[in-house]
């Protein structure tokens, strides 16, 4: 029915001109109003059954006790880009959540306090570590909360069935997709690297380490020759931010040795240190676990900085690859890693966690 035809009709019988004109546009825009209302409530009704398939299709994930407590790079975090093609496979949407509520999957670290990953309602709990859990700061964290997730990830050796080990420098062998062939070309990249280099040796660090030990090394090798400190701890080098825009990789290829000790000895406890100086072609000055991933990494290609030791003949060593070219190239010839060793290693390790997080999401889409 043309309501505002019946209108016209109606208001006709009004003898005067002016009011029916007024009151005309009066019930016209009543009318558009009340059109509108049904409109705006049509359109709720189809968001509302949009949101329903949206949300049934969607898995939320958040992230918790991060290093930064405002983490604004979760789009580029493994973990986030590893679930996404595992949500993926199931034409599932993962979305990341910022709320203080629980969600799906909730990954935690070791930056905060072990109530919230006990007290999380979260559906999926995920801890992972890259800290030695004997250092004060992180003792809390000794049993990698092992009975309090559906998956714990840390550096230790630990027989438990919802723990793998994943240390931090897997995560130079692209886990986030599943391919040997690629891990292979990796470990044949980093056994080959070699730079041109300018200059002695290089110490990264924030602070001295257990017993200050990077200070004991750097007073005891810079006798040698000069040794650049572009961070914080002994720092006398700008160039690692001016000149390199603060990469790190790129600034160690200069130079022959890096200075890289652990924080702490620990069972299992090998960072990054050791991979950067790696691939940037330097020769590692290294203090960590004696059991150095056995079978993995070539022990002769490191230069191991005895803790309670005078390191005489260590010192020796690092003089002479120094100032004799031929024995310095020699040495930075031979392979890191033992390739075929490492690469089923890392694909092995790198294989269990893709299983085991597929399983939990299959398991979640399951009670959905």
Same mark, same amino acid.
């Given at each position: 029915m043309d309501y505002k035809k019946l209108l016209d009709k109606i208001l006709w019988f009004i003898p005067f001109r002016n009011l029916r004109y007024v009151l005309r546009k009066i019930c016209y825009n009543i009318l558009e109003i009340d059109d509108l209302k049904k409109e705006l409530a049509q359109h709720i009704r189809e968001f509302k059954l949009i949101h329903?398939?949206?949300?049934?299709?969607?898995?939320?994930?958040?992230?918790?006790?991060?290093?930064? =407590?405002?983490?604004?790079?979760?789009? %580029?975090?493994?973990?986030?880009?590893?679930?996404?093609?595992?949500?993926?496979?199931?034409?599932?949407?993962?979305?990341?959540?910022?709320?203080?509520?629980?969600?799906?999957?909730?990954?935690?670290?070791?930056?905060?306090? %072990?109530? %919230?990953?006990?007290?999380?309602?979260?559906?999926?709990?995920?801890?992972?570590?890259?800290?030695?859990?004997?250092?004060?700061?992180?003792?809390?964290?000794?049993?990698?909360?092992?009975?309090?997730?559906?998956?714990?990830?840390?550096?230790?050796? #630990?027989?438990?069935?919802?723990?793998?080990?994943? =240390?931090?420098?897997?995560?130079?062998?692209?886990?986030?997709?599943?391919n040997k062939d690629n891990i292979y070309k990796k470990v044949i990249e980093i056994n080959e690297t070699k730079y041109t280099k300018t200059k002695f040796a290089s110490l990264i660090a924030t602070w001295g380490g257990a017993n200050n030990l990077r200070a004991t090394m750097y007073n005891h090798i810079s006798k040698i020759d000069?040794?650049?400190? =572009?961070?914080?701890?002994?720092?006398?080098?700008?160039?690692?931010?001016?000149?390199?825009?603060?990469?790190?990789?790129?600034?160690?290829?200069?130079?022959?040795?890096?200075?890289?000790?652990?924080?702490?000895?620990?069972?299992?406890?090998?960072?990054?240190?050791?991979?950067?100086?790696?691939?940037?072609?330097?020769?590692?000055?290294?203090?960590?676990?004696?059991?150095?991933? =056995?079978?993995?990494?070539?022990?002769?290609? #490191?230069?191991?900085?005895?803790?309670?030791?005078?390191n005489k003949e260590l010192l020796k060593e690092i003089e002479r690859l120094h100032k004799d070219e031929e024995y310095y190239n020699n040495f930075i010839s031979q392979p890191r890693l033992i390739k075929d060793n490492a690469t089923d290693y890392i694909y092995n390790q790198i294989k269990q966690l893709h299983d085991r997080l597929e399983e939990l999401i299959q398991n979640l889409i399951q009670k959905q």
């Amino acid at each position: 029915m043309d309501y505002k035809k019946l209108l016209d009709k109606i208001l006709w019988f009004i003898p005067f001109r002016n009011l029916r004109y007024v009151l005309r546009k009066i019930c016209y825009n009543i009318l558009e109003i009340d059109d509108l209302k049904k409109e705006l409530a049509q359109h709720i009704r189809e968001f509302k059954l949009i949101h329903k398939d949206f949300y049934s299709n969607s898995i939320y994930m958040k992230f918790t006790n991060e290093w930064y =407590p405002n983490y604004t790079y979760f789009e %580029k975090d493994n973990f986030f880009q590893l679930l996404t093609n595992i949500c993926n496979k199931y034409n599932k949407l993962l979305l990341l959540s910022y709320t203080q509520g629980y969600c799906d999957i909730e990954v935690f670290s070791v930056y905060g306090p %072990k109530s %919230k990953i006990i007290e999380s309602k979260s559906k999926i709990k995920i801890f992972w570590t890259c800290e030695a859990n004997t250092r004060i700061h992180f003792s809390e964290y000794k049993d990698n909360c092992l009975e309090y997730v559906n998956l714990s990830l840390g550096m230790n050796h #630990i027989e438990h069935e919802n723990y793998i080990r994943i =240390p931090l420098w897997i995560y130079y062998f692209a886990c986030i997709n599943l391919n040997k062939d690629n891990i292979y070309k990796k470990v044949i990249e980093i056994n080959e690297t070699k730079y041109t280099k300018t200059k002695f040796a290089s110490l990264i660090a924030t602070w001295g380490g257990a017993n200050n030990l990077r200070a004991t090394m750097y007073n005891h090798i810079s006798k040698i020759d000069k040794i650049y400190c =572009p961070s914080k701890f002994l720092h006398n080098d700008d160039s690692l931010k001016n000149e390199f825009n603060d990469n790190k990789l790129e600034y160690l290829k200069q130079f022959k040795f890096n200075i890289c000790p652990e924080n702490v000895i620990e069972d299992g406890y090998i960072t990054e240190k050791l991979f950067d100086a790696f691939n940037s072609g330097c020769i590692p000055i290294w203090n960590g676990d004696r059991n150095i991933e =056995p079978n993995i990494i070539n022990k002769n290609s #490191i230069l191991y900085w005895e803790k309670d030791s005078d390191n005489k003949e260590l010192l020796k060593e690092i003089e002479r690859l120094h100032k004799d070219e031929e024995y310095y190239n020699n040495f930075i010839s031979q392979p890191r890693l033992i390739k075929d060793n490492a690469t089923d290693y890392i694909y092995n390790q790198i294989k269990q966690l893709h299983d085991r997080l597929e399983e939990l999401i299959q398991n979640l889409i399951q009670k959905q």
